[in-house]
C-alpha cells in the first residue's frame, strides 16, 4: 500500500522553543530594524524563512561523527573523511575546503578571472556575483528565457540560454571568458533545477572554446531528485548517480555545504587543474587555513562529510521537495503568485504580481516581506530590486525552508498568515532607501515606508 501522506522521515529528539510576539510588539521591531529582516534578533522571529542555508537539523549520526573529529592543525583524520566523502560524489581531483561557499567563490575569481574578464552563468547568486565583480570581471546572467517568467511551467527552468551563451562566447571572445558556471538548483531564479541536457550542452561549447566549466553546487542533491522526476531516461537512476553524472560534466566546482551538505557551517572548492589547486590551496592558507582544514573544526568537516550522503537519501529528497510544494500548492489555490513550479528549497512569492501597485523601484519585495512579519512573525527575505539593483527581473520574496526543521504544522500557520496578507495587498506601501552599502546591500540597508 502506497500512502499519500509524505511524512517527515524522522523522530524528534531535541526541542528549540519558539516564541510568539504581539503585532504591537512586532511593529516596534519592523521600526527598530530599518523594516530591513536581517536587523532583527532572532528570537523575536517565529518561524525564520530567512534561509536555508545553515539553518538544517543535523541527525543523530552527523552529531555522532562530530565526537570523532580530529582536531588536528595538519592532516587530520577528519579532512580524509570529507575529502573521500565530497570525491565519492563529485569526483573531482583537488578537494579544498572552505569555511562556507562565498570564501570558495573568492578563491575561485580571485585565482581565474581578472579585471576585464567575462563569467556567464545561469543566475549569479548575490556572493557569486559580487565576488565577480569584486575583482573587476563582469557576471553575466544567461537563464532561459522561461526562467524569468514567473508563471512559467517549464520543468527545468534553472536552465542555461545555450544560444545566449554562444553568441556571449563570439561577442566578447573566449580569452575574456575564464570560466562557465552552472547554479544548481538556481537559487535566483526561484530555486529551478538544470537538466542533465542542459548541463551537457553547456559544456559542450565551453570544450569547443577551451572554457572550464564549473558548478555552484550548493543544491545538487534537490537537483538531481528534480532530474530523477523529470528527465527521461533518469527515472531509475539513484540521486547520487544522477550527481556523479552531472559534475563529470564540469572541471570543478564551489559549494556551500551550508545547504545539501546538511551542515551549520562549511563549504569547499573543487577542480581537476593541478596548477589552479596549487594556486587555490596558496590563498586558501593566507586567509582561511592550512589545506587540510580551510577555516572549519574538525568536527565540521565530519558533519559534512555524513550530511552530504543523507541529502541524498531518496527519502529523506521525497520529503524535502513534496514539502516545499505543499506550501506553494496551497497559497498558490487562493491566488497567490508564486514562481511556478515550486522551487526545491524554497516557495518564491511574486513580489510584482503580489503588489502590481507598487514600482519595482520602490521595493515590493521588502514591503512584501515586513507585511509577512508584521503578520504573523514569519521571516523571509527579498530577492529583487534591493538585492541585485538594477539587474533585477523579478522581484520575489523567499520563504526558504530549513532542512528537517520545521513540520508540517509550521508550514500550515506559514499558509494562513501569507493568505491574511493577500487579502489585504492593495493597502501596502513602498518603501524606499535610507542608508545602503556599496556591495551586498541588503545584508544591512535602511529602509522607511513610502
Ligand atoms: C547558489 C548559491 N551560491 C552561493 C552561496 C553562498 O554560500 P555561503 O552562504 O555559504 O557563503 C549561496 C548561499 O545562499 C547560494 O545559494
Partial sequence: MEFKTIIEPFKIKTVEPIRWTSQEQRSQLLREAHYNLFLLPAHAILIDLLTDSGTAAMSTRQWAAMMEGDESYAGSRSFERFRLAVEGIFGYKHVIPAHQGRAAERILFNVMCKKGDVVPNNTHFDTTRANVEYVGAEAVDLVIPEGKDPANLHPFKGNMDVAGLAQLIERVG??????????????????????????????????????????????????????KLREKGYEQKTPKQIAQEMFALGDGCTMSA????????????????????????????????????GGLAGRDLEAVAVGLEEALEEDYLRYRIASTAYLGRHISAEGVPIVQPPGGHAIYLDARAFLPHIAPASFPGVALAAELYLEGGIRSVEIGTLMFGEHATMDLVRLAIPRRVYTQSHIDYAVEVILEVWKRREKIRGMRIVHAAPFLRHFTAQLQPL
Fill in 174 to 227: 573566449a580569452r575574456r571568458v575564464p570560466l562557465v558556471m552552472l547554479t544548481i538548483t538556481n537559487n535566483s531564479g526561484g530555486g529551478q533545477p538544470v537538466s542533465i541536457e542542459n548541463a551537457s550542452a553547456v559544456r559542450d561549447i565551453c570544450r569547443r572554446h577551451g572554457i572550464p566549466l564549473y558548478f555552484d553546487a550548493c543544491r545538487f542533491a534537490e537537483n538531481a531528485y528534480f532530474i
Fill in 258 to 293: 551550508k545547504k545539501d551538505g546538511m551542515a551549520n557551517i562549511g563549504g569547499f572548492l573543487c577542480t581537476n587543474n593541478d596548477a589552479l589547486a596549487q594556486q587555490e590551496e596558496n590563498l586558501l592558507i593566507l586567509t582561511e587555513g592550512y589545506p587540510t582544514y
